[in-house]
């Protein structure tokens, strides 16, 4: 099998619902942001995976049309907040197996204001099975919105097994605008003080509305080819490795325990980390950067401890000792994370990869991590899916 190697990504700035530019012409800009980086043309793609998670069955070939008339496969991918990450997982999959030389991935969301809910009243919920362990385990509450009751729920238990302070979690959400305080491309840049984020609006457990993800408008997008093809037209120099990657989804375990922490993906999380340290022999020791889903901080915390960045009951320690930013073990978010950056759903997983490509070619300036060589990528979506993806500098 080839190697898959990403040779060039693209990203637009993010934008808060309503001041965006539609979905179609932000999926275009950054297909020709990732083209450009590559130095190719779109008539060298030959399948591309177009992922959005609210919009019509085709809205790929919409935005892809407008770069040209190929005629290629361009294949629709919706996989929750996992969906950018679901669209490289496939192009990766068609280079590395050989069906072809050079696939596109590209991530798009036009979003509505306010916090995520249901979209189809009349038919069974695609979380069915999780949320009837959720209302076994906890106090349900229709006037929180359901992505913040789950997660903060699972806050509430990691509290109660290893006595984490809500603090802690509040500090994950400083540490994030501190990052994005450095990248023109994230939605919210300004600092945050530890009190502001603990004295802003109450959401559900630990959870305050300064450690929730904002809705956000967007587009990213990276070019995959072989490791043949990046040889023959000279894109070594730029070129990344996807060294390791697999992708999940519930697993049995999710729906065992009454836990709120495997109802929100731990498991599906924990056991694509192993496969991806597995098939690359790069454990959690040697990454320096790392781009997780911090949709929300609880879960931040949560994934260090499913990536064994941190061990089990762990987390906080990993915090307080400022091993999650510059200067610790891992750089987790530089880019500033959902949190900051914002969190377009189909858009989020290949803006995680165009942040560590950038890192692991020193093009990130202002957050550079110093001698980045190894990066992780985790991508989570509910109902559920994992996608987990390590990446380093091709040879």
């Known amino acids: 099998m080839s190697k898959a190697w990403v040779v060039g990504v693209g990203m637009v700035p993010f934008k808060k619902p309503g001041s965006s530019e539609p979905y179609d012409a932000m999926g275009a800009a950054a297909a020709r942001l990732a083209l450009r980086d590559a130095g190719l043309e779109y008539t060298a793609v030959q399948q591309a995976y177009a992922g959005f998670v609210y919009g019509d069955s085709t809205s790929g070939q919409q935005a892809l049309y407008d770069l040209g008339l190929t005629g290629i496969p361009i294949v629709n991918v919706n996989n929750a907040c996992a969906t950018g990450s679901t669209a490289l997982f496939l192009a990766r999959q068609a280079v590395q197996s050989g069906v072809v030389d050079v696939a596109l991935a590209v991530g798009f969301e036009q979003m509505n ?16 099975r999780q949320l009837a362990v959720a209302h076994d385990a906890i106090e349900w509450n229709d006037q929180v919105p359901m992505a913040a009751l789950l997660f903060g729920s699972a806050g509430a238990e990691h509290q109660r097994l290893h006595g984490t302070r809500a603090e802690t979690f509040a500090r994950i959400s400083v540490k994030a605008r ?32 300064l450690q929730c993800c904002p809705p956000t408008c967007g587009a ?44 929100i993906g731990y498991e599906m999380a924990r056991r694509a980390a192993g496969q991806v340290y597995e098939q690359t022999g790069i454990g959690p020791g040697d990454v320096q950067v790392c781009e997780l889903h911090d949709c929300f901080t609880t879960n931040e915390l949560l994934t260090y401890e499913a990536l064994g960045l941190a061990p089990e009951g762990g987390a906080e320690k990993f915090v307080m000792d400022g091993d999650n930013t510059y200067g610790g073990r891992v750089v987790t978010n530089p880019s500033g994370g959902l949190l900051s950056k914002g969190h377009p759903l189909g858009a989020t997983g290949l803006a995680q990869c165009a942040e560590l490509t950038w890192q692991l070619r020193g093009q990130a300036e202002a957050r550079q991590v110093e001698r980045a060589q190894v990066a992780l990528q985790h991508n989570l979506g509910l109902g559920g899916a994992c996608v987990v993806t390590m990446y380093r500098r091709a040879a």
């Open 113 to 128: 204001p306010g916090a995520l809910g249901v979209t189809a009243t009349d038919r069974p919920s695609i979380m069915g």
């Open 178 to 209: 501190e990052h994005a305080a450095r990248n023109p491309l994230a939605i919210f840049r300004e600092r945050v003080s530890l009190d502001e984020v603990m004295a802003s609006k109450p959401i559900y457990g630990p959870l305050t509305r």
């Open 220 to 263: 990213a997008a990276a070019v995959i080819v072989s490791e043949a093809y990046a040889r023959r037209h000279g894109l070594t120099g730029q070129a990344v490795e996807i060294a390791g990657q697999a992708m999940t989804t519930d697993p049995q375990d999710t729906l065992e325990g009454a836990s709120m922490i495997r109802v």
